[in-house]
């Protein structure tokens, strides 16, 4: 990802919301960020200035928390 990426989660290109706190680790090769409300399965958007806009579908699943899952970043009170 380059560093001026913004990552979004939605059901639709319309109707998408960005990942909040965007934290990027190279030595992990992961992002991490507070995933904005919703439900059901979506897809995940990153776009740039120079690679513009990609789209990964159906790539992110909500799930419920009392199932011992969690959809924010963990110890991010930001997220909460």
Known sequence: LRYDAVVYIGP???????LLSLQASVTDNKIVGCVPPGDGTVSVWVEDQVTG???????????????????????DPACR
Do not use: N
């Open 53 to 75: 806009d990609g789209v990964y579908p159906d790539a992110y699943t909500y799930e419920d928390s009392d199932a011992g899952t969690s959809t924010t970043a963990v110890g």
């Open 12 to 18: 639709t290109r319309e109707r998408r919301l960005p």
